[in-house]
């Protein structure tokens, strides 16, 4: 059973920094391609950022040159390093990994499929 699992959401001053980490296990194949939504209320589920098994990455432009993703495939966990943070940031971010190749843009609503989901982990910035 594929299982992803977070930590280190929180509260933080605007201008503040959070990282955030997942480690996955359970998959029948290698590092997959693994990365991180999130979903405020009112608001469809949007990828921030992701990264492949060699170090390849990608961040939507409200985040670039704010946050950074990274990678141990020694210990199949990904982190998400989030500096200058801002309170439109404020959100549940989730870890997600491919479970067909691929993971999509945005979806209605996180924990759908086909990707893998972590539980999500509240992040909350306060001006």
């Known amino acids: 059973e594929v299982q992803l699992v977070e930590s280190g959401g929180g509260s933080v001053q605007a201008g503040g920094s959070l990282r955030l980490s997942c480690t996955a296990s359970g998959f029948t194949f290698e590092r997959p391609y693994m990365g991180w939504y999130r979903q405020a209320p009112g608001n469809v589920c949007e990828l921030v950022s992701a990264i492949t098994s060699s170090g390849n990455s990608y961040y939507a432009d409200s985040v670039k040159g704010r946050f950074t993703i990274s990678r141990d495939n020694r210990e199949n966990t990904i982190y998400l390093k989030m500096n200058s943070l801002k309170p439109e940031d404020t959100a549940v971010y989730f870890c997600?990994?491919?479970?067909?190749?691929?993971?999509?843009?945005?979806?209605?609503?996180?924990?759908?499929?086909?990707?893998?989901w972590g539980q999500g982990t509240q992040v909350t910035v306060f001006s």
């Open positions: 997600a990994a491919e479970s067909t190749p691929g993971l999509g843009a945005r979806y209605a609503d996180c924990l759908q499929p086909p990707n893998y």
